[in-house]
């Protein structure tokens, strides 16, 4: 006979059944993996910015195709582009100043360059010019000069932008040429109303000038050292000048207590 199941009384918990969990099996790393994925990750670190180099420094899209230039009045910007034309198809990373201004340097009126490159393929190429400070006349020739005196090329009225004052200079006095710059700076900053803009410097020496200017038909023998005060007496004495002489040939007020002058004329009697 077979047993009848038993009946499970109310409050009596069921048998559970469960499979016996085996325990996971320990995987070993390898050495192998161990050594190479380090050494993997470092190679690629150094390729990948190695070969974006590469690539930087052979790819014909970064060569110059474009050459802007700006800065130029006085100089040729037909010129300057005919001398930079052997730059086309020079890598732009590599290309700089060493190898621009050897082109350009031979120009009579450039000073220096600034280069600014936009990629992938335009060089921007700045021109920084000559300013001349005046016209030097020397042995019966002109030429246009610097502030510091220096000789920048034979003058051309069309290059001649603003009115230049002309400093007529004896053989050898080029280093007279500043001090007489900077009287003139000195004679504009007085301002006397009566002498209109300077015209033409003669150099007489290293601290003498004989200054020409637009309004006084005579010239003014000056030194920079008492330009201010005689400036000051000449204004003074300019009316009792033109009053008693009908033309003056020359005032010098280089001295500290007087001026002198020379009459062109005799001086006019009361009857006449």
Same mark, same amino acid.
């Given at each position: ?30 050495? $192998?993996? *161990? ?16 070969? +974006? =180099? ?9 060569? !110059?195709?474009? /050459? ?16 930079? *034309? ?5 890598? !732009?990373?590599?290309?700089? $100043? ?6 350009? #340097? ?20 700045? !021109? ?9 006349? &020397?042995?019966?020739? &002109? ?5 510091? =005196? ?29 001090? +007489? ?17 300077? /015209? ?8 003498? $000038?004989?200054?020409?200017? #637009? ?6 023998? =000056? ?37 002198? $002058? ?11």
């Amino acid at each position: 006979m077979t047993e009848a199941p038993r009946k499970r009384h109310d409050g009596e918990r069921p048998e559970l059944y469960r499979r016996r969990r085996q325990p996971l099996a320990h995987r070993r790393k390898s050495m $192998f993996v *161990a050594l190479v994925r380090p050494l993997l990750t470092a190679l690629m670190l150094v390729a990948t910015p190695a070969a +974006a =180099a590469y690539w930087a420094a052979t790819t014909p899209y970064l060569e !110059i195709g474009v /050459v802007e230039v700006s800065g130029t009045e006085r100089v040729s910007e037909a010129w300057v582009r005919e001398a930079l *034309a052997g730059l086309h198809g020079e890598h !732009i990373l590599r290309t700089g $100043f060493d190898e621009v201004w050897p082109r350009l #340097a031979s120009h009579e009126w450039i000073r220096d360059v600034a280069l600014r490159k936009e990629l992938p393929d335009c060089l921007h190429v700045l !021109i920084e010019e000559r300013h001349p400070a005046a016209i030097l006349r &020397l042995r019966g020739e &002109l030429w246009f000069v610097e502030r510091d =005196a220096t000789v920048i090329a034979r003058y051309d009225p069309s290059l001649e932008n603003d009115r230049l004052l002309i400093l007529d200079a004896p053989v050898g006095s080029r280093y007279e040429l500043v001090p +007489a710059l900077d009287l003139a700076a000195a004679w504009r900053r007085a301002n006397p109303p009566w002498s209109g803009p300077i /015209v033409e410097i003669e150099i007489v020496s290293e601290e003498d $000038f004989r200054v020409h200017t #637009a309004d006084l038909d005579f010239p003014v023998l =000056a030194s920079p050292g008492a330009l201010e005060p005689g400036l000051e007496r000449l204004s003074w004495l300019l009316p009792e000048l033109d009053r008693r002489y009908e033309a003056i040939a020359s005032v010098d007020i280089r001295y500290s207590r007087q001026i002198v $002058f020379q009459p062109a004329a005799r001086p006019q009697t009361e009857e006449g």
